[in-house]
């Protein structure tokens, strides 16, 4: 339940209000949370490179595997 203004000068000193509410909160989203995710996707990143050579390796050890059957 929130007070109205009654004259423009109370109306723009409460808009005033709102807008330095919403920087700070844009602030602390820049500043603190972006920060937060970006140190998580660049370690997902290492584990997503792991993940691929192994990958890779498992794939050229079939591969071998079947070039060694095939010329038995």
Do not use: C, Q
Not at 20 to 35: E, P, R
């Amino acid at each position: 339940m929130a007070i109205e203004p009654k004259t423009t000068r109370e109306h723009i000193l409460s808009l005033y209000g709102h807008m330095t509410g919403i920087k700070k909160d844009i602030h602390k989203i820049k500043n603190n949370d972006l920060k937060h995710i970006h140190a998580d996707v660049e370690k997902l990143g290492g584990k997503v490179d792991k993940i691929y050579w192994v990958l890779l390796m498992a794939v050229g050890s079939a591969i071998l595997l079947a070039v060694d059957i095939i010329f038995r």
